[in-house]
């Protein structure tokens, strides 16, 4: 059973609060309205339950929502969202960096902790870190200011024979896969050249650190990056 959510105070939202919030931000709830049922698949809750509670957090200034045509974040939401959001990401990067845990291990972590952590270890962690403009997992980290850097990046299986690409984002909701390619050295910073694709069989030959291997386009799936303008490879 669904626990009852508290959002009636504006200055510390609930933990479910800051997951609605962190979830529609990822959905795109910046510029445009996000489906009920998207946020559900998302949080895997039921749809009725998330109706309910856009209406709660619409009425506390959190969103603007109207059914039927979804929910989009307000000012309010928005910051409460990339507070967030920062906190988790610092976290990610602080666990890899300090504490050695890998790429695979940080998510669920992070995830808990980014609920309890004042501004003050906040601030800490942040300047400990030097301030960083990415996570472990290359994903833009907002600033103190909720300012959060928007790249054109592409999916690795959009790119061709010839092209050399560097990973700048991988996906981090799939330890298992996290695990594989990390295994492959298909993280953020990796360069990897394009070899030969194989349409009707999904199939492409790359280079990455040296190391010449094939793999279907689902083995890439998560992994964003851009064209490389570095000399060689990895």
């Keep these: 059973m669904e626990k009852p959510l508290n959002i009636s105070d504006p200055v510390t939202p609930s933990t479910a609060v800051q997951d609605y919030l962190k979830t529609i931000h990822a959905l795109g709830g910046v510029d445009e309205r996000v489906s009920p049922n998207d946020i559900a698949l998302k949080l895997t809750v039921t749809a009725p339950s998330v109706s309910g509670m856009l209406r709660r957090l619409a009425d506390g200034g959190w969103i603007e929502y109207q059914p039927g045509k979804g929910a989009q974040l307000s ?49 800490a962690l942040a300047n400990y870190l030097g301030e960083p403009d990415e996570d472990c997992h290359g994903h833009p980290i907002p600033s103190v200011n909720g300012e959060l850097v928007t790249r054109s990046l592409k999916p690795l299986t959009s790119f061709r024979p010839g092209q050399t690409v560097l990973i700048r984002e991988v996906r981090d909701d799939n330890p298992a896969r996290l695990k594989r390619w990390m295994e492959l050295g298909l993280i953020p910073g990796t360069q990897v050249q394009f070899v030969k694709r194989e349409d009707v069989l999904d199939l492409f030959e790359i280079e990455a650190k040296g190391r010449v291997m094939q793999l279907p386009g689902l083995a890439l799936s998560g992994l964003m990056g851009e064209p490389s303008n570095r000399v060689g490879h990895d």
């Design 75 to 123: 000012e309010k939401g928005k910051t409460e969202a990339r507070r967030v959001i920062r906190r988790h990401r610092l976290v990610e990067l602080f666990l890899t960096r300090v504490l050695g845990l890998d790429l695979s291990e940080v998510d669920q972590e992070a995830e808990a902790l980014e609920h309890a952590i004042s501004p003050r270890l906040e601030e």
